[in-house]
DNA sequence: TCTGTATATGCATTAATAATGCATCTTATA
DNA sequence: TATAAGATGCATTATTAATGCATATACAGA
């Protein structure tokens, strides 16, 4: 039980385009140079962040992407929800389980799996964008 | 984001364990027959729940395992944690995210885990065994 | 229109972790 | 003391996530 590092990076993308300006436009490279992260998996988070609807994506020369809307619009549920993939929190099939029908357990973990997402549906992107000045010094002395 | 087969293979022990009449004792290889699921592995699972205290076990000739308690009284919440092991649902470190003490990321997926198994509290074994005759008559056709 | 720079896409490979298998030890009891 | 049960540790396999690589596509500006 942990989110992949996949939402992660997805996440940490958001949060660096959160304390840009609005509408500022960063690339791929930027992000991977940010965080140290591999370039081909973050390529294919951008693209699904894009695809979602979380940020504005742009090809060719001068292109890259910004925020599709403030961080205080971004819900944190509708991110993770996406980027993690909404399955069941139990595989009751493959294999089968023979008891499935007679069982509560899946019944009972979905609810649970909606309540988490409800308390995170309370929280946005600009909630944890805790210290924004210490978020762009760690950025800035990175670069360097 | 779901549960182990590891976590899985625990709850159907006590699901079993729970139709059965208290104090009834069963052995690792009824399990593995009824749930057709491996014995080595439910083998490390089984002596979890001992250990934990939701079972007792006994070893040697005529030994076995059953519930240490009546299913109402042996909570969701506490047997999902132990199973599936209570780290958090992000990694900040391994490798280190460079934003981390600039970030509320980490604070947030915490208080989303509380909100989870704070749901499950309100259930227990009990709750999951929905349809007690229905399950006897699986287990018993299964068996023959 | 050509060239360079950006994202998009698909497939191959590696890494991480869970699941399973195997061997053997320990304990209890008839 | 033989047998049947769980306990334990290590090896192997399976699954899935992560990463790498190659190339297509789109866009902007010279």
Sequence with gaps: ??????TDYGLRTLIYLGIRSPGSVVTINEIC???DIP???LNKVIHQLGKEGFIRTKRGKNGGFSLAAP???????HVIRRLEGDT???NCHSPTCTIEPACELQHILAEGKRAF?????NYTLASIIGNKAQLE??????TL
Tied chains: 1, 2.
Excluded: C, G
């Design 1 to 6: 039980m942990q989110i992949k590092k996949y």
């Design 39 to 41: 370039r081909n998996h």
């Design 137 to 142: 010094r760690i950025f800035t002395t990175n």
């Design 33 to 35: 140079d940010a965080y």
């Design 88 to 90: 069941p929190w139990v």
């Design 117 to 121: 997402y409800q308390f995170l549906s």
């Design 71 to 77: 961080p205080h619009e971004i819900r944190l549920d």
